[in-house]
């Protein structure tokens, strides 16, 4: 059960092709597990800082850990941002709203929310440095994806069918255990790691608001649009000089 847990997890949040062989999602997509992932994503993202900035300076650098983030995860976070912008802020009832979330073009406010979100992660990786920043790739992939958890567990889920409804369920226990996974991805700056903490819970609580308050719930893109959030809010908090 844990081997398909990992594999439902790994499988969810990235393009890693471990799915099961008969390519069933698995129960609740290892959801306990999201944070771990978020680990090592952060741990392959500095990865990609550090030799990008060291072939080609800190800019770059911080470039690269997201093209490596984006690359690993299929982008699927970041079109969920566009997605939820676009869908969120638009016109019209909840129907309509869920609508425009599900058209594949890009709007408008999906546009300027994906360029906002990356010039500020850019610009927060950048300012940090290698070194500084691999602790922040590290902390912000766990604290993301266990906001993404929380939001999971806590919020109506609004669509009759999609992938997110596997995640479903009741289980605090679940959000427990991704707590516990997160803490070790804390220690290794856990001044600047509780005010990350701090940041990542009220970005992914003001998307939860908002997704409540403009569809009634959550959908999959709302899932995305939290974890992205909450990353972004979180490498900020480790910028802030304490």
Same mark, same amino acid.
């Given at each position: 059960?844990?081997?398909?847990?990992?594999?439902?997890?790994?499988?969810?949040?990235?393009?890693?092709?471990i799915?099961?062989a008969?390519?069933?999602p698995g129960?609740?997509?290892?959801?306990?597990l999201?944070p771990?992932?978020g680990?090592?994503?952060?741990?392959?993202?500095?990865?990609?800082?550090?030799?990008?900035?060291?072939l080609?300076?800190?800019?770059?650098?911080?470039?690269?850990?997201?093209v490596a983030?984006?690359?690993?995860?299929?982008?699927?976070?970041?079109d969920?941002?566009?997605?939820?912008?676009?869908?969120?802020?638009?016109?019209? !009832?909840?129907?309509?709203? /869920?609508e425009?979330?599900r058209?594949?073009? +890009? %709007?408008?406010? =999906? *546009?300027? &929310? #994906?360029?906002?979100?990356?010039?500020?992660?850019v610009?927060?990786l950048?300012?940090?440095?290698p070194?500084?920043?691999?602790?922040a790739?590290i902390?912000?992939?766990?604290?993301?994806?266990?906001a993404?958890?929380?939001?999971?567990?806590?919020?109506?889920?609004?669509?009759?069918e999609?992938?997110g409804?596997?995640a479903?369920g009741?289980?605090?226990?679940?959000?427990v255990?991704?707590?516990?996974?997160?803490?070790?991805?804390?220690?290794? !700056?856990?001044p600047?790691a /509780?005010?990350?903490?701090?940041?990542a819970? +009220? %970005?992914?609580? =003001? *998307?939860? &608001? #908002?997704?409540?308050?403009?569809?009634?719930?959550?959908?999959?893109d709302?899932?995305?649009?939290?974890l992205?959030?909450?990353?972004?809010?979180?490498?900020?908090?480790f910028?802030?000089?304490?």
């Amino acid at each position: 059960m844990r081997l398909e847990a990992i594999r439902s997890a790994v499988g969810f949040l990235t393009v890693i092709p471990i799915a099961r062989a008969d390519g069933a999602p698995g129960q609740r997509l290892g959801r306990s597990l999201f944070p771990a992932v978020g680990l090592l994503l952060g741990l392959m993202a500095a990865a990609a800082m550090a030799l990008g900035s060291l072939l080609a300076g800190p800019a770059l650098g911080a470039v690269a850990a997201l093209v490596a983030l984006a690359v690993l995860t299929g982008g699927i976070h970041l079109d969920a941002v566009g997605d939820c912008a676009d869908g969120l802020f638009s016109s019209g !009832d909840r129907t309509r709203r /869920l609508e425009v979330m599900r058209d594949p073009q +890009l %709007g408008s406010f =999906g *546009v300027v &929310a #994906l360029v906002l979100l990356l010039l500020a992660e850019v610009a927060a990786l950048t300012h940090l440095g290698p070194a500084r920043a691999a602790v922040a790739l590290i902390a912000a992939g766990a604290l993301s994806r266990l906001a993404m958890l929380a939001v999971l567990v806590e919020l109506p889920y609004v669509r009759a069918e999609g992938l997110g409804r596997a995640a479903l369920g009741r289980g605090r226990r679940d959000l427990v255990l991704g707590v516990l996974l997160t803490l070790p991805a804390l220690l290794l !700056d856990w001044p600047h790691a /509780l005010v990350a903490a701090g940041a990542a819970a +009220l %970005g992914a609580a =003001g *998307v939860a &608001a #908002l997704a409540r308050a403009r569809i009634g719930g959550a959908t999959g893109d709302v899932y995305g649009a939290t974890l992205e959030v909450a990353q972004l809010s979180a490498l900020l908090a480790f910028a802030v000089r304490l």
